[in-house]
């Protein structure tokens, strides 16, 4: 199966504290995005990291990549109340052109 | 920024009629897409378009759905005899490079209820 795991399943922090989500796949890749989705809404893209880059930042966004286990971690520093989300990673598999997979996602609930 | 739009946002279907569901991608996008997201559950491709025809599918995209770029600007997913298990979420996405090789923009989605 191409499809990864998100862990965890579910993170409730308070706000201000920091949040990671980590991300593991099975396949090669040709880049991994991160994807935030709030309730019942559709997907909204954060960032994208490439194959060959191991850590980028956007803001509070931190992600990195590690190729040799397979795996990609988000961070997002001082959390707030309005990050509550679910996030995805996800990723277009190596030879193949067409499309992305997407892990199972990590519902991030951020107390105020 | 530019958007991905979809029409309609809710679609209430009896079982074993036919839907269509519309979507806008990013006029000078090359990649389309369709997901769907069953509820609680993980986002799941459907199908991929490039160049005018199907270059990728899931094994959920069976003989009941097909994808249509009528007119150059809309991308339109077809489920010809709607089932019950076919309530989800669908999402359509445009990309400029496939492969993940950029980001996919997301619409706003549809949600599908079949009664």
């Known amino acids: 199966s191409q499809q990864g795991e998100e862990d965890p399943q579910a993170l409730s922090i308070q706000e201000g504290e920091n949040a990671t989500m980590n991300c593991s796949y099975k396949?090669?890749?040709?880049?991994l995005q991160w994807y935030r989705q709030n309730s019942g809404r559709g997907l909204v893209h954060l960032i994208l990291i490439r194959s060959n880059e191991r850590e980028k930042h956007s803001g509070r966004l931190r992600v990195t990549l590690d190729t040799s286990k397979k795996s990609s971690s988000l961070l997002i520093t001082a959390s707030r109340a309005a990050d509550t989300a679910s996030y995805f990673c996800?990723?277009?598999?190596?030879?193949?052109?067409?499309?992305?997979?997407f892990g199972s996602g990590t519902q991030l609930t951020v107390l105020p | 920024e530019p958007e991905v739009t979809q029409t309609p946002s809710h679609q209430v279907t009896q079982m074993g009629q036919e839907v269509i569901l519309r979507c806008v991608p990013i006029?000078?996008?090359?990649?389309f897409y369709w997901y769907r997201q069953i509820l609680g559950q993980k986002v799941e491709f459907l199908v991929s378009f490039y160049n005018n025809e199907i270059s990728e599918k899931s094994e959920i995209f069976d003989d009941q759905f097909s994808v249509e770029r009528p007119d150059g600007s809309n991308f339109t997913l077809k489920i010809r005899s709607t089932k019950l298990e076919d309530s989800a979420m669908y999402f359509c996405?445009?990309?400029?490079?496939?492969?993940?090789?950029?980001?996919?923009?997301f619409g706003q989605g549809t949600r599908l209820t079949v009664v």
């Open positions: 996800a990723w277009g598999p190596s030879g193949s052109a067409r499309q992305l997979t």
């Open positions: 996405a445009s990309s400029d490079a496939g492969g993940g090789r950029s980001l996919a923009f």
């Open positions: 396949t090669s890749i040709n880049n």
């Open positions: 006029s000078n996008h090359l990649y």
